[in-house]
């Protein structure tokens, strides 16, 4: 029989409240890099992530509908670069997401 | 997909960005070996009987801080291409201690301009014998200071370029000095006697100077070196395309 400490319901709640958005892996991925530095190219942010181009393309595209990264389009000389930018809000969705999973995890040294 | 777990993406990127920065490996290692050259030029005026110092190599000398600035502005985008531009997160920090190198630098070349002109007015100082090689001033070596000046906020990137420029430009500025004396004021009167405290301290101060640049220009050699290296292990690191 597994005990828990806190009421049985909450544990499936707070898992149900997980970001989607953040939770699922490929994008989880995107926005821990994002989050580490200002600016990304698509290219690093591809190599990196070890996603395909499309897979990429897709990923990012749902995180900016979300509002938690933008797109910056440049151009290096005459070859166009294209960037992505964590938002406020996606940098506060992924401390959340953070916060809310170590609170779901057993205390180290507890099973 | 081969994702490496989120602590090593986030230090990956971190590093990544940091060196992106700077980008200082081989142009430290080129500041520190065109240190070297630049002390070495000036302390072997004659090499196996062939007089190296003449006024071409002088002139050539002198533009060597802006030359660098080029040649670290095309090793840049062709060494450190790498995978498309990764911006850090600001450093605060870093930046105010980069711009602190950048405001000395800009300090060290007024106070030597203003001592060197002084020196010069007042007859204190005489560069060269008059029979050296350096012969009238072209009016563009007064400019140099300026060049050096103008170029450097938007092109030193890193703390270590910064001391590498630094270093290149002070050094450059004693050979800009015996050009002042024939720009500005009378023809150079003979090397005064006995300038006892003063001239003792000035040689000694010379002579740290000099062992200063080479043991820097060494260990900007091996450090900038080391960061190329470092460099290349972060490529390594980052996974490599599949299909």
């Known amino acids: ?111 | 997909m081969t994702t490496p777990d989120l602590k090593t993406l986030e230090t990956l990127t971190r590093d990544y960005a940091t060196f992106q920065a700077r980008k200082s490996g081989l142009a430290t290692a080129l500041g520190g070996l065109l240190a070297v050259v630049l002390v070495v030029a000036a302390l072997s005026p004659n090499f196996m009987g062939i007089h190296v110092l003449n006024r071409l190599l002088v002139e050539f000398l002198v533009w060597v801080p802006l030359l660098w600035l080029v040649a670290k502005s095309i090793i840049g985008p062709l060494v450190y291409r790498g995978l498309g531009p990764v911006r850090a997160l600001t450093d605060v920090a870093y930046e105010r201690r980069r711009w602190r190198w950048i405001l000395g630098l800009a300090l060290f070349l007024l106070a030597v301009l203003l001592a060197a002109l002084y020196a010069f007015a007042s007859g204190r100082l005489v560069a060269h014998p008059p029979q050296a090689a350096l012969q009238p001033t072209p009016m563009w070596i007064l400019v140099m200071p300026f060049l050096y000046l103008l170029a450097m906020p938007w092109a030193i990137r890193g703390i270590e370029e910064a001391r590498a420029y630094v270093v290149l430009v002070g050094q450059c500025m004693l050979w800009l000095i015996p050009f002042f004396i024939f720009s500005f004021g009378p023809p150079a009167p003979p090397l005064k006697q006995g300038w006892g405290l003063f001239g003792d301290v000035l040689g000694v101060g010379i002579l740290v100077l000099i062992y200063v640049v080479l043991i820097w220009g060494a260990l900007a050699m091996v450090r900038g070196w080391k960061e190329h290296r470092e460099y290349l292990a972060i490529l390594r690191r980052i996974p490599v395309e599949e299909g």
Request: positive net charge; proline residues 5%.
């Open chain 1, 1 to 111: 029989m597994v005990k828990t400490g806190s009421h049985p319901s909450a544990i499936p709640k707070a898992i149900l409240d997980l970001d989607r958005i953040v939770h699922e892996p490929a994008r989880l991925a995107v926005l821990t890099v994002l989050a580490s530095a200002e600016e990304v190219a698509f290219l690093f942010l591809q190599r990196v992530t070890g996603l395909s181009k499309g897979n990429l393309s897709s990923h990012t595209q749902k995180l900016e509908a979300a509002g938690y990264l933008e797109t910056v389009k440049a151009f290096q000389g005459r070859i166009p670069v294209t960037s992505f930018r964590i938002t406020e809000e996606g940098r506060t969705a992924l401390r959340l997401y953070h916060q809310q999973l170590r609170a779901l995890l057993p205390k180290e040294g507890k099973p």
